[in-house]
């Protein structure tokens, strides 16, 4: 019987065991993934994910653990069903490819399915950061959250073109495609370097050099009622201080009332 499922993968110059490892290891996990993972990665066993910021966990039990090969997670969703993540690691010349296949509630067809594979896309994107560039480092993030109605094609809009992104977020630069060379000053003078990690439909992500890190441009459905816009960001190795990051979240705060604004007509604050 066909199960809807939703498929993406990412190629990384990394060795497959360790994509397997920041899969599976909650100190790696915690690195890119989420903000906290309690329990061991065994057959079998169990591993509690927390995402702080979010305000929510999810226990995923762990019914096939092949090292460096393949991992899959289960979890139940209350009044839905389960939700199954089989991930395949695969060598790929000097490097390895990740492939993370979904199903149950948010799959293919179903509701929520653009947010997720938008989702994971922006996630592996972050992994290919993680485990090619700060492996085993710990990061330091910022994140600031604003409900806010939205089109994907009007919100790509103020996340990728120059004009923009001057409406709420930086007074010079844009976005391109994957791969391209980033190059933006703020709104309040931060300059961001770096590289294109992610685009989907309605969300975005790239490299921030000068914290060692990376910076996100995100938005989803909370119910179908309403929906949401987010900055959010980390980095890695102490190069991004506590006392900077809560500076940061602070000005992306300000970012979010902006990009709010402009989205709904309103005079963008000063």
């Not at 009007?154 to 791969?179: C, F, H, P």
């Not at 921030?208 to 990376?214: K, V």
């Not at 201080?241 to 963008?268: C, H, N, V, W, Y």
């Amino acid at each position: 019987m066909y199960e809807p499922s939703i498929r993406r993968s990412t190629i990384t110059s990394a060795p497959p065991e360790r994509a397997f490892d920041a899969w599976t290891e909650p100190e790696h996990l915690s690195r890119w993934f989420c903000d906290k993972v309690t329990g061991w990665p065994g057959s079998g066993s169990k591993l509690q994910m927390t995402w702080e910021r979010f305000g929510f966990s999810v226990e995923y039990s762990l019914p096939e653990v092949r090292p460096p090969r393949k991992v899959v997670l289960k979890a139940a969703v209350p009044g839905m069903g389960t939700q199954t993540l089989t991930i395949s690691i695969r060598p790929y010349g000097a490097g390895s490819q990740v492939e993370v296949v979904e199903t149950g509630p948010g799959a293919e067809g179903q509701e929520g399915a653009g947010d997720a594979e938008s989702g994971w896309e922006m996630s592996l994107s972050i992994l290919k950061l993680y485990v090619e560039n700060y492996w085993g480092q710990d990061r330091t993030g910022f994140f600031a959250l604003l409900a806010a109605p939205y089109h994907n094609e009007q919100l790509m809009t103020l996340y990728q073109q120059s004009e923009g992104l001057a409406r709420w977020l930086t007074r010079e630069g844009s976005i391109g495609k994957v791969g391209d060379p980033v190059r933006l000053v703020l709104w309040e003078g931060d300059v961001l370097t770096g590289q294109v990690l992610a685009v989907t439909s309605h969300e975005l992500a790239v490299s921030w050099d000068e914290i060692g890190g990376y910076l996100e441009l995100k938005s989803f459905e909370v119910n179908p009622e309403r929906k949401a816009i987010c900055v959010r960001g980390s980095g890695y190795g102490g190069k991004l201080t506590r006392d900077r990051a809560e500076e940061l979240e602070k000005k992306m705060e300000a970012s979010l009332i902006r990009l709010f604004a402009a989205l709904t007509g309103q005079p963008i604050p000063e």
